[in-house]
């Protein structure tokens, strides 16, 4: 019979001094992790669904207000209202705003999007805007994540199924579970030489995307003139399908901007060498050009252009530029003596509202006429007021705040 092996007292000390050391690296990794610099409050209970109204109301009335510096225009997911400030997320309750969770890092936010019933949120770390939570809209629940290389700003859209994260050298697109569908422009470390945009001392001067495509503007050093690139996913991330667009005679600080994005269109505001709206296929075709009675006033173009219903509205800075769903020109909300849009519109009910100076317009979406106006208070200089609509309520962005109005 073979006689057992002993431990002997060196075998126990090498035994505990791994354990140890195995122990002080996972301290070590919680540490720096974001869990631990984490702190998440989820509901209690989930958000109940909104039910779509089904007339816009005579009369709204003010709900409550709520600070949100990192929201670019109001944001409701899984019926509940995002207000982002600081280092925190809050899921509020469109008709009280009180808070029904929280979700929190120990450093400053860059913004907040959305896709689909998610939350997403992006941090920085040394490397930039790229520290990205999914937040589940009704529960608070924390959902995906991920990290990447990014620029130290960031400007975040989403039309619903899809987040662009758009900074001046680099740009990303998300799908829902937070996948990278598509990324261009530089990178930290260059593995592959043949990637479209690295190296070329390019500017990305404004991007708007959908779930199928990404546009951008650039100025780039070697080219006098902007140029329009149309990008699409393709079999590896980091390598889409590129057209590059002249536009002649458009300099970089023209204040040329991409619109919208739908499908595979862009819409583009092009102010050389008189302002029009110029539409684009995806081979760089220019299919459709709508001339500007005057040039816009400069707005942001992140507030500036919303999705209501199966339209685009486009605040220029006193009138409002509508569009269908495939970016064909539809018709202009305009000033007049005394009322001014104040903002882009959303659609409740199936009727346009946008903000006025007077109050909330109604609006016949087909033609544009005019149906009624809501009193509502907008002060001095408040715009842009940007919208959007759950159930009968109301939820405006203007600069930092969100005001919310109910019948």
Wanted: glycine letters at 8%; hydrophobic letters at 40%; a neutral charge.
């Amino acid at each position: 019979m073979v006689r057992p092996e002993r431990r002997t007292k060196g075998d126990l000390v090498a035994a505990a001094t791994i354990a140890l050391v195995v122990a002080v690296i996972s301290a070590l990794f919680w540490w720096n992790s974001s869990a631990r610099a984490t702190i998440s409050r989820p509901a209690t209970s989930p958000a109940p669904n909104p039910v779509p109204a089904r007339v816009v109301p005579d009369t709204l009335h003010p709900l409550w207000t709520a600070v949100s510096a990192r929201t670019l225009s109001p944001i409701v997911v899984g019926g509940t209202v995002l207000a982002a400030d600081g280092t925190t997320v809050e899921g509020r309750d469109p008709r009280t705003g009180q808070t029904r969770w929280t979700f929190a890092r120990d450093t400053e936010l860059c913004g907040v999007s959305y896709v689909y019933d998610l939350a997403v949120a992006v941090y920085p770390d040394i490397r930039g805007c790229g520290q990205v939570s999914g937040i589940n809209g009704g529960t608070g629940h924390r959902g995906a994540t991920r990290t990447s290389y990014a620029d130290k700003h960031v400007v975040l859209s989403s039309n619903g199924s899809a987040v662009l994260s758009a900074g001046p050298t680099r740009l990303e697109l998300w799908r829902s579970d937070l996948v990278r569908m598509l990324s261009y422009g530089e990178i930290d470390a260059r593995v592959k030489p043949v990637n479209q945009g690295l190296g070329t001392g390019c500017t990305l001067m404004s991007a708007a995307a959908s779930d199928e495509a990404v546009s951008v503007l650039e100025a780039c050093r070697d080219q006098k003139d902007l140029r329009l690139t149309l990008l699409k996913p393709a079999k590896e991330e980091d390598e889409p399908d590129t057209k590059n667009v002249p536009l002649p005679g458009v300099a970089p600080d023209s204040e040329a901007r991409v619109l919208a994005v739908s499908g595979t269109t862009t819409a583009v505001y092009l102010p050389t060498p008189q302002p029009e709206i110029a539409v684009y296929d995806d081979t760089g075709t220019m299919v459709a050009s709508t001339l500007l009675k005057k040039a816009p006033l400069l707005v942001n173009p992140a507030q500036a252009v919303t999705r209501a219903g199966d339209m685009f509205t486009w605040w220029t800075g006193d009138s409002v530029e509508v569009f269908d769903s495939r970016l064909s020109y539809r018709y202009s909300i305009n000033a007049s003596a005394a009322v001014a849009p104040l903002g882009p519109g959303a659609m409740m009910a199936g009727r346009l509202l946008i903000p006025l100076t007077n109050g909330i317009g109604v609006y016949d979406p087909a033609n544009g006429a005019e149906d009624r106006v809501i009193t509502v208070e907008h002060p001095d200089g408040s715009g842009p007021v940007v919208p959007t609509v759950t159930d009968s309520k109301v939820i405006e962005q203007r600069g930092a705040a969100l005001v919310a109005y109910g019948p």
